[in-house]
Structures are given as C-alpha cells and as structure tokens.
C-alpha cells in the first residue's frame, strides 16, 4: 500500500460510501437500536422497580436510635461492641464520643484496615473537628502526628503499642475505636487486631465497630477474659436501612435489574454474556488488518 492512501475499502470503519460491504458485520449502533426497539412494557416495569423511592429524602431533625443512645452511655465506663448493619448509624458513635473526649482535653485514636477509608475518615473529621484538631498516620502519610484525634491504620496504632512496651511508656491515648473490627477474623491480617486488643492497656477504653460479626458474645468475652474489662455488646439486627439494589449497565447505557420481581437472577441479561458481539468481532478484525 503507497504511503499516504487508505487501503481499500477502509473509510475508517466497516462502511463505504455509505454502504455496507459484503461480510461485514453489522454495526454495534445498529443493533443497540434494534434492541431497544425489542424492550417490552415488563423491561419498563423492572427498572421502576428498580429505580422507585431513590432521591434525597426531605429534611428532618435527627434523633439517634436507642442503640446509639445505649452505647454512648456505657462507653463511659465500659469497653462496648456495636454490630449493627451498614448504613445504621456506627459512625454517628464514634463521632459523637470523639467530640466530647475533645472537649474535654483527651485524646483518640480512630483506627480502620484500609487507607482509603483512613483517608476519607480523616477528611471527615478535619471538616468536622477542625484540621488543627486531626492527625493521620498510614504507612504513606504522616501528618500532624501530636494532633489530639489520630486517624490511622490498625497496623500503625499496634506498632506504636509496640513501640511504647519496649520504651516502658504508654501510648499516649485514652480511647481507641476500632472500625472494622471483624478483620480479628482475617487469616492474614487478623494478628494485627488481637494484638492491638491484647496490648491496650486497660485504662484505654475501646469502642469495636462491626457489621458482620456473627458471635459478638464470643468475641466480647474472649475481650473480657484479655483486659479484665467488661465488653457491652450491642446488637442491633435486622435489615439494612439503606436498602441494596443491583443493577447492570449494559454496553447500550440501559439498566437493568440484577433480580427479576421475584427476587430470581434475570435472565434478560444473558443476551450480554455472549463471547463475541458484532462489534467485538469487527475490533478484532480490524486489528488484525491495520
């Protein structure tokens, strides 16, 4: 092929002039079009479904629930473990305790197992507290480390622990939330917990957060029997408050639910599990070509 021309029959996509040329495969466009024009009255009825309620709610006085109430009450004097579900309100404790250990002078840690949610629990707090009031420890970042309030990795605050039993000191906190506390669990990482929860000495209250932990007595009494401390454990069960729904967005920019209406996997979707498309085969060919 001379330099500079198009090869035959390549205007840049499977067209010529406008026409089609034989063996071809027929445009992605096309057939979204002919599948949209496909959709029944059930697929509109589906996304309803799907879609019905999500908004933001009006505004409204917030009034805790009484398990946020209950556990405020006996952090004061006992270690608490709060297993409730996603999106109940575990943070709303934590919060709520840190400003009043602020207030008063003393200090916290705020522990998590992953550094994204270290990062976005320390620009929550910065907001809330005040920057000058919240500091951030990860095995990246370090920043204002004498702040009153510490954000950190768990791995972080059991190696400080460590740090302070070889120096004959103690860490210099008086309260330690930590947030995903089922991680004591964890084949690989688990060790970071139990020892965070055995070194602690038990001056430091804790407040465990969970949302998964199936044997919360269990677990507060192996609590108790390490520190000598009384562990409250707070359950509050049932279903999320903020429902889940599943969809998937298919190459069409159409949504559908993951579920039919009763609760089965919709097999609408497998028109999209197919391995080769019309317009994955024309890429592949494509590439092939040129």
Same mark, same amino acid.
């Given at each position: 092929?001379?330099?500079?021309?198009?090869?035959?029959?390549?205007?840049?996509?499977?067209?010529?002039?406008?026409?089609?040329?034989?063996?071809?495969?027929?445009?992605?466009?096309?057939?979204?079009?002919?599948?949209?024009?496909?959709?029944? *009255?059930?697929?509109? %009825?589906?996304?309803?479904?799907?879609?019905?309620?999500?908004?933001?709610?009006?505004? *409204?006085?917030?009034?805790? %629930?009484?398990?946020?109430?209950?556990?405020?009450?006996?952090?004061?004097?006992?270690?608490?473990?709060?297993?409730?579900?996603?999106?109940?309100?575990?943070?709303?404790?934590?919060?709520?305790?840190?400003? +009043?250990?602020? /207030?008063?002078?003393?200090?916290?840690?705020? $522990?998590?197992?992953?550094?994204?949610?270290?990062?976005?629990?320390?620009?929550?707090?910065?907001?809330? !507290?005040?920057?000058?009031?919240?500091?951030?420890?990860?095995?990246? +970042?370090?920043?204002?480390?004498?702040?009153?309030?510490?954000?950190?990795? $768990?791995?972080?605050?059991?190696?400080?622990?460590?740090?302070?039993?070889?120096?004959?000191?103690?860490?210099?906190?008086?309260?330690?939330?930590?947030? /995903?506390?089922?991680?004591? *669990?964890?084949?690989?990482?688990?060790?970071?917990?139990?020892?965070?929860?055995?070194?602690?000495?038990? +001056?430091?209250?804790?407040?465990?957060? *969970?949302? $998964?932990?199936?044997?919360?007595?269990? !677990?507060?009494?192996?609590? /108790?029997?390490?520190?000598?401390?009384?562990?409250?454990?707070?359950?509050?069960?049932?279903?999320?408050?903020?429902?889940?729904?599943?969809? !998937?967005?298919?190459?069409?920019?159409?949504?559908?639910?993951?579920?039919?209406?009763?609760?089965?996997?919709?097999?609408?979707?497998?028109?999209?599990?197919?391995?080769?498309?019309?317009?994955? %085969?024309?890429?592949?060919?494509?590439? +092939?070509?040129?």
């Amino acid at each position: 092929m001379a330099r500079g021309k198009r090869k035959k029959g390549h205007p840049g996509g499977p067209y010529k002039g406008g026409q089609r040329r034989s063996g071809d495969s027929q445009p992605y466009e096309r057939k979204s079009e002919r599948f949209i024009a496909e959709k029944s *009255s059930e697929y509109e %009825d589906d996304l309803r479904r799907l879609l019905e309620g999500i908004g933001t709610p009006e505004p *409204s006085p917030f009034v805790p %629930d009484p398990f946020q109430v209950e556990a405020l009450e006996a952090i004061e004097l006992e270690d608490v473990l709060v297993t409730a579900p996603t999106g109940s309100g575990k943070t709303w404790i934590a919060r709520e305790e840190i400003r +009043r250990l602020l /207030e008063s002078g003393r200090k916290t840690w705020y $522990t998590t197992p992953l550094k994204a949610l270290t990062n976005s629990k320390y620009m929550e707090f910065g907001e809330e !507290f005040g920057e000058e009031s919240v500091g951030i420890l990860t095995g990246d +970042r370090k920043e204002n480390p004498g702040a009153p309030l510490i954000v950190g990795t $768990t791995e972080i605050y059991r190696n400080q622990l460590f740090d302070a039993l070889r120096g004959g000191e103690e860490v210099d906190t008086d309260f330690v939330i930590l947030d /995903e506390a089922h991680y004591l *669990s964890d084949d690989y990482r688990g060790h970071v917990w139990e020892e965070a929860i055995i070194l602690s000495p038990p +001056r430091i209250r804790l407040l465990m957060l *969970s949302a $998964t932990i199936g044997n919360a007595a269990e !677990f507060a009494e192996w609590v /108790e029997e390490t520190r000598g401390t009384t562990v409250r454990v707070i359950d509050r069960g049932g279903d999320r408050p903020v429902e889940l729904r599943a969809a !998937f967005l298919a190459p069409t920019l159409d949504l559908y639910p993951l579920l039919d209406k009763n609760g089965e996997y919709n097999k609408t979707l497998n028109r999209f599990a197919q391995k080769k498309s019309g317009y994955q %085969d024309f890429r592949r060919r494509r590439k +092939r070509k040129y």
